[in-house]
């Protein structure tokens, strides 16, 4: 059965690996270690050394999936019973599902009535704003809560990434066409924009990135990690968790990749 804890925890689904290989790749003068969690038949995806002037995609590094709704309008949140949070996304017949422990891409079933995805073991059963979820572990009973509009290339045009925290308030862009971060912090007092590097990218259940950067008066390491995630003032849902570490200082909160179109 699922653990039970406190609700800001948000731990589900421990247990559950679901193939899932996501697509990354990082353009740096060392190539980054790349693992992945789905499987052995990963391929780590091309990089992009010389990019066709006339593609729209971006030139900075390419960002795991699982960083993005794929299209889907906005981000949901449940509520569930054990106490655990999910986010949800739904482009097209797919389901896209992350929880504490990770990410899971989820296939339509054919049902009589409402909504049922599925992937190996794992079903997501939704009945307007309810939801059942169940898999090898246990069953949870889910309340549908928040939703969050995605943000596209219309709200930030030159961000690939958009990354955000509170107490204090905090930024970070990676910028779409060059492997370059703007950081704000302090409430917008203190703005910097880095030449950053690849250090690592996990792809599958457990997508993740590090990325490093050479500061002024320190390096910036940066973390970004596809779980479940909530801004810890308006609870409003997002697919990754950031961590940006500079000189003893440490931020944390919540981001998602930029989509191309809502």
Known sequence: MFPRMSRR???VLSGVVCVAVLSGCA??????QVSDASGDDFTPPPRLDKPDESDDTPKSPLLPSAFFADGAEAFVSWRCTPAQDLISASPGDNLRLWSAQGYYALERSVVAEGKRYRK????????????????????L??????????????DAPDAIFKGQGNEPGWTLELDRETPQLTLVTQYGEQKRTLNYRVTRLDNGHQAAMTLEASGADAPVTVELK??????????????VRVRVEEAGRTWVGCGQGIERTR
């Open 141 to 154: 009973a889910c309340q549908q809560d928040a939703r969050r509009d995605a943000i596209t290339r219309a």
């Open 120 to 139: 190996g073991t794992l079903t997501f059963a939704q009945q307007g704003d309810e939801a059942h979820v169940e898999s090898d572990n246990g069953q």
């Open 226 to 239: 596809a779980r479940a995630c909530f801004d810890s003032m308006s609870g409003k849902p997002y697919p």
């Open 9 to 11: 925890a948000k731990h």
């Open 27 to 32: 353009s740096a003068e060392k190539p980054p």
